[in-house]
């Protein structure tokens, strides 16, 4: 049976994973020489991540691109951006998912369920963004999982928290955790 639409994989809960299970699925895809587009709600350009490394090892060069569009996890006692700020980084993060579309075989939203949560983007947003994918395979990052985009998903999983070591005040090791 061929595929006529993409697959819509939603990667959420509150324990940790979600961003590493869509990058174990962006090597996958890139390995089969699949084009590969990522867009990130809460981390930006400034942020020390290992994976924004991950465009320059891949060769031929350009099966991979990682676009870090936000301004800090809302709220979060490092936020240092307005709410404006926020809704303003989330809307042209949702803007370049929208101009990938049909440019890349898979396309990765990190984070794009908390920024539904927090209420940075509308649902119906990215339920359109999912309706029309056409061929595009999409992976939706972050905690909180509206139903509508539940319904609208082919797998869904949830990370569940059984324990995690900043918890004990451990914070995150690059190369594990960022």
């Known amino acids: ?33 699949m084009k590969v587009g ?4 809460y981390k930006g350009g400034k942020w020390p991540i290992s994976e924004k490394k991950l ?7 350009g099966r991979l691109k990682m676009y870090w569009l936000g301004e800090g996890f809302y ?19 949702l803007k370049k998912a929208e101009e990938l579309l049909g440019k890349v075989e898979v396309l990765v939203l990190d984070e794009v ?3 539904i949560e927090d209420g940075l983007i509308e649902v119906k947003e990215v339920v359109d ?3 029309k994918r056409g061929q595009v395979h999409l ?10 985009i539940v319904e609208a998903a082919d ?12 918890g004990k005040g451990v914070r995150a090791v690059k190369g594990l955790d960022f």
């Open 1 to 33: 049976m061929s595929i006529k639409k993409g697959m819509v994989y939603v990667f959420t809960g509150d324990g940790k994973g979600k961003t590493s299970a869509a990058l174990g699925v962006t090597v996958r895809a890139v390995c089969n020489e």
């Open 38 to 41: 990522w867009v990130s709600w």
């Open 55 to 61: 465009p320059l090892k891949i060769k031929p060069e």
């Open 75 to 93: 709220k979060l006692p490092t936020d240092k951006a307005t709410p404006e700020e926020h809704k303003r980084a989330a809307s042209q993060a």
């Open 113 to 115: 369920n908390k920024a």
């Open 129 to 131: 963004l999912i309706n």
């Open 139 to 148: 992976i939706l990052t972050g905690r909180g999982r509206d139903k509508r």
């Open 155 to 166: 797998l869904v999983t949830e990370m569940k928290k059984i324990k995690h070591p900043f």
